[in-house]
């Protein structure tokens, strides 16, 4: 069974940074792409960042500039830092696998960024 834990969200200040993480397991991680997803109230989850199993990036046009996608395969992880946020970034943050695969969403964690 796959489980994903998010952590590192908080409440920062507008243009403030942050770093989240989410440790993966029952998988085999380095065999699968990931990517981080956000749910703001009252609208729909989205995919913000995508990582591929060569370390391929990709990003909304939202985040582009701002947020940084990345894995470490030793450590089971990903990461997505968080740079120049901003009042809409708030959301709660997910990791799972790439669209089309993923599996049983965990938890998240809540960024808030106040302006």
């Known amino acids: 069974q796959v489980q994903l834990v998010e952590s590192g969200g908080g409440l920062v200040q507008a243009g403030g940074s942050l770093r989240l993480s989410c440790a993966v397991s029952g998988v085999i991680f380095s065999g699968n792409a990931m990517g981080w997803y956000r749910q703001a109230p009252g609208k729909q989850r989205e995919l913000v960042a995508a990582i591929t199993v060569s370390a391929t990036t990709s990003y909304s046009d939202s985040v582009k500039g701002r947020f940084t996608i990345s894995r470490d395969n030793v450590k089971n992880t990903v990461y997505l830092q968080l740079n120049s946020l901003k009042a809409e970034d708030t959301a709660v943050y997910y990791c799972?696998?790439?669209?089309?695969?993923?599996?049983?969403w965990g938890q998240g964690t809540q960024v808030t960024v106040s302006s």
């Open positions: 799972n696998g790439a669209p089309g695969m993923t599996w049983t």
